[in-house]
């Protein structure tokens, strides 16, 4: 069983120097030369018919300019601070005759040498022969463990016993073997011949610590802070008989009825402005018109409004109620509707008039029996209710009663956007409103005195990340600019028209911004800058950072969550990571054995479960117990997405599960590729797929957006794929280049990445 593994890793190993030796354009012969062995021992090397020299292995990543671990382990270090080896857990470099290697930093990147711990076998028939000799570039280390060993460097000969060292020019004729009739056990470090080392500078920044805030929400919520302000634990009280609408927006009206709580601009420019003490009075009506309707607790209520400020007022009135809301996008066709009015049970939908939306609703009815009430905001339709003519003929007080919704009862749901099959329904409690405290306060750093503008349509979770809930919680004003198509050129005036204070948008966004010549605007309104809905390239974070000097701070989390993982205000940033777990929720990564993986190793991000679910955590996919389980089982919730955790706790995201890349052997994360294309100044947009492949099971495709005014070109391509050769390692560069007009994107803005 071993050797059959073993062997499995031999014949692994000489795949991928095979790739290797293709994408570099190298024949044997050329390779053979390369490494210093004959051509018939490259080949039966390449063909992984016997083992590898160290120095064969040694020369073949310094021909490929790669580390050694790409080719041992297929994939890259990433481990940048510090990297811990434990005794005996070196990654396995070579075992020739006598000979055996363990590299002692396989995965720390960009290093200046490579340590390595050496055992050399003591034999009796090399006492009688010619040391052999070999040469590399560079220089080399050498301290004895234990036993002796006899080095030859060039004429002078030395017998090195425990604690002795030696170091010489390794370009220099060399070689050694264990003397006195026992084993050497010795460290070696290898250093290259070229000095200095390419490194990005981690830059860091600590976000001013502000002071606590008497907040209507401080019954609710008890953070814990440091000195400086950074969270560092949170708890929650009366979470079992808390209701947003009641407890939040009704006491903020109130306590400051005439504080702003919704800015709305309209597509033709209109400008609404709300108190929280409108909100109260108009959720009090729209609550009292559903109930006309029949609208009942329990009941699914579907909402298609886009950025329309109707949105706010029905969330809180359905909220009132305890009708369950099922906010969705517009870009939905018939058989999308129809499949969520059958799975989810809908009876009542509230839609915009824009577009043939309605016209897609009224098609699938036909085969819905639960849809019994449909509602139109912003136009009549036969057939529909016309919500601006009635909600407001109805009375602006709405009672709270004993049995009003709360706690666990189900507030919201949300269908999924999987990548594969139906989407599922994960279902929330009226407690999910809690857990984005520590998304607005911590992460968007919103304050009471602030305007909040989160770029989502409210048909998608990011919209009650950063339109609703957590905002409110903190006190602070929410903008909503109304828009189809997002135009960099229309948006960014209106940062500093209304003195938009905080910002969170997707790094899409943020890579249309900086495309645009940002020293025309003004952001001196703007404090802080969040993302997420997908990974962000570290080229648009310095970018973005040069230009309004701004650090873009990244964030995580999921339909079924609040904020899991992010980079917190007074935490140091590091450009491309996620950033750190964020309380109440315990995360872990989970290799294929469901066993935590090590520091640099990709896992699946897991919560942990088994003292009750965090506040914020969904209550499971609706009328799906198999899914459900699938997901959330023995102490953990999984979440189908993989990251890397370095030396100092930050999670670097990786990609779905699903996502991750197999190639010859490799294992390619496409977030990585897409990072090192957004570096080149013609690139708008990048999307990373993989494309199946009959030979390498899996190639990297690259589907490209190029700036006004490039042309998409063959040549193009071909530079565009020796850019990502040189810039990583070159197994991963793209096969496939594919230039487009555009991505396919979700209203927030958001890559679909399975359709490219």
Known sequence: ??????????????????????????????????????????????????DFPFTFIHKCAQAFNIGITDLLEGESARLSSYAVTRKGQGQRAAKEDGIEIQSLAPMFRDKIAEPYYVRYEYSEAQQHRPIHLTTHAGQEFDLILSGELKVQVGEHTEVLHEGDSIYYDSARPHGMIAVGGQDCLFVAVVLPGESEVDRTELHTSIVEARRAEDYICNRFVHPVEDASGALQDIRFEHADSFNFAFDIVDALAA????????????????????????????????????????????DRVMLVLKRHYQFWFSMLALHKIGAVAIPATYQLQEHDFSYRFQSAGISAILCTADGDTAHQVDLAAAESPSLKTRVMVGGCREGWHDFDASYPMFSSRFERTADSPCGDDTMLMFFTSGTTGYPKIAAHSYKYALGHFATAKYWHAVYSDGLHLTISDT???????????GQWLCEAAVAAFEFDRFDAAYIMPMLKKYNVTTLCAPPTIYRMMIKEDLSKYDFSSLRHVTTAGEALNPEVFYRFEHATGLR?????????????????????????????????????????????????????????????????????????????????????????????????????????????????????????????????????????????????????????????????????????????????????????????????????????????
């Open 459 to 469: 048909g998608w979770g990011k919209a009650l990340w950063g339109k609703f809930y």
């Open 552 to 756: 873009i701070m990244e964030g995580f989390g999921q339909t079924e969550t609040t904020l899991i993982i992010a980079n917190l205000f007074g935490m140091a940033v590091k450009p491309g990571s996620m950033g750190k777990p964020v309380m109440p929720y315990r995360v872990d990564l989970v290799g294929e054995d469901g066993l935590p993986t090590p520091v640099g190793e990709p896992g699946e991000i897991v919560l942990h479960t088994e003292d009750g679910d965090p506040c914020g955590l969904f209550q499971g996919y609706y009328r799906d117990e198999a899914q459900t389980r699938q997901a959330h089982h023995d102490g953990l919730f999984h979440t189908g997405d993989l990251a890397w955790r370095d030396e100092d706790g930050y999670y670097f995201y990786v990609g779905r599960k699903d996502d991750v890349i197999k190639t010859s052997g490799y294992r390619v994360g496409p977030f990585e590729i897409e990072s090192v294309i957004m570096e080149l100044p013609y690139v708008l947009e990048c999307g990373v797929s993989a494309a199946p492949d009959e030979v390498r099971g899996q190639i990297v495709k690259a589907s490209i957006v190029l700036t006004t005014g490039t042309e998409p070109t063959e040549a193009l391509k071909k530079e565009i794929q020796n850019y990502v050769k040189s810039h990583t390692a070159p197994y991963k560069y793209p096969r496939i280049v594919v230039f487009c007009d555009q991505l396919p994107k979700t209203t927030s803005g958001k890559i679909i990445r399975h359709l490219l």
């Open 1 to 50: 069983m071993v050797t059959n593994e073993l062997n499995n890793q031999l014949l692994e190993i000489a795949y991928r120097i095979r790739e290797m030796r293709e994408i570099a354009g190298y024949t044997r012969e050329e390779m053979a030369e390369k490494t210093d062995v004959s051509a018939a021992e490259y080949a039966a090397y390449e063909a992984g018919r016997v």
């Open 255 to 298: 306590k400051s009825p005439d504080k702003l709580a919704l800015l709305h601009v309209a597509m033709d420019g209109t400008e609404r402005r709300f108190t929280f003490e409108d909100l109260s009075r108009a959720s009090n009506r729209c609550a009292n018109y559903f109930r006309s309707l029949g609208i009942r607790k329990g």
